[in-house]
């Protein structure tokens, strides 16, 4: 799914709806798409804790009410020509503020505050509290005057209920002791669990065998684990 031209594809399978965990922020969301007030939030966390997951479901559920959204990743290049129609847009995402350039940081100031007098929903991520940033003054100054919202980190049991249900998406069911397995030797990574999975998905298609510990094991060049 395209945005408004925009390069950046957006991973239909991150709906608010199967965001696990985090309650609280998620009838904080769903209680500004009733408001007819903009808000904005910032949300942080570590890697793989949801980030991306609620800033493109947030942007997915805006198209879905047919409202133009945008979701913007800050590690890549802004596209300025943004400020030429900010005001048709209901809501835009900025994911990944911490990794911005310096040479962008005027621009995001710019479009976070164009965005900001033309009424329209603001939510941005970072992996820390806006004063922890390290970018301008002013942006830190500006995201510190949002609602500052915290995401829980999953534990292994949440970590699985999330992989579960894009594996059930893709008609996928894993035995729960391949998840204990990659815990172990790959990682608990959300981010990194589902690249891997989406690998091992391939390989297992191309060699018509089972998603099991010892194809896994195999795959990975695991051996004695």
Same mark, same amino acid.
Do not use: W
């Given at each position: 799914?395209?945005?408004?031209?925009?390069?950046?594809?957006?991973?239909?399978?991150?709906?608010?709806?199967?965001?696990?965990?985090?309650?609280?922020?998620?009838?904080?969301?769903?209680?500004?798409?009733?408001?007819?007030?903009?808000?904005?939030?910032?949300?942080?966390?570590?890697?793989?804790?949801?980030?991306?997951?609620?800033?493109?479901?947030?942007?997915?559920?805006?198209?879905?009410?047919?409202?133009?959204?945008?979701?913007?990743?800050?590690? +890549? =290049? *802004? &596209?300025?020509? $943004?400020?030429?129609?900010? %005001?048709?847009?209901?809501?835009? @995402?900025?994911?990944? #503020?911490?990794?911005?350039?310096?040479?962008?940081?005027?621009?995001?100031?710019?479009?976070?505050?164009?965005?900001?007098?033309?009424?329209?929903?603001?939510?941005?991520?970072? +992996? =820390? *509290? &806006?004063?922890? $940033?390290?970018?301008?003054? %002013?942006?830190?100054?500006?995201? @510190?005057?949002?609602? #500052?919202?915290?995401?829980?980190?999953?534990?292994?049991?949440?970590?699985?209920?999330?992989?579960?249900?894009?594996?059930?998406?893709?008609?996928?069911?894993?035995?729960?002791?391949?998840?204990?397995?990659?815990?172990?030797?790959?990682?608990? %990574?959300?981010?990194?669990?589902? @690249?891997?999975?989406?690998?091992?998905?391939?390989?297992?298609?191309?060699?018509?065998?089972?998603?099991?510990?010892?194809?896994?094991?195999?795959?990975?060049?695991?051996?004695?684990?």
């Amino acid at each position: 799914m395209n945005q408004l031209g925009l390069p950046i594809s957006l991973n239909s399978s991150m709906l608010l709806e199967n965001f696990v965990a985090n309650e609280e922020l998620l009838r904080l969301i769903n209680q500004l798409f009733l408001n007819q007030k903009s808000s904005e939030l910032y949300i942080y966390g570590a890697s793989g804790s949801g980030k991306t997951h609620v800033l493109q479901g947030a942007v997915l559920k805006s198209l879905a009410d047919d409202k133009n959204a945008l979701y913007i990743d800050c590690s +890549d =290049s *802004l &596209p300025e020509h $943004l400020v030429d129609f900010i %005001d048709q847009i209901s809501l835009i @995402s900025f994911d990944n #503020v911490h990794l911005i350039a310096k040479e962008n940081e005027e621009i995001f100031f710019d479009l976070f505050n164009r965005a900001r007098q033309s009424e329209v929903n603001i939510f941005v991520s970072g +992996d =820390s *509290l &806006p004063v922890e $940033l390290r970018v301008m003054k %002013d942006i830190k100054t500006r995201l @510190s005057l949002t609602a #500052v919202f915290k995401l829980e980190e999953l534990n292994d049991d949440l970590t699985v209920m999330v992989i579960d249900s894009q594996m059930i998406q893709r008609n996928l069911k894993i035995d729960s002791k391949v998840y204990k397995y990659l815990f172990k030797n790959v990682s608990r %990574d959300l981010k990194k669990l589902l @690249s891997t999975l989406d690998d091992l998905d391939k390989a297992s298609l191309q060699s018509k065998k089972p998603i099991s510990i010892p194809f896994v094991r195999e795959f990975l060049n695991l051996n004695n684990q």
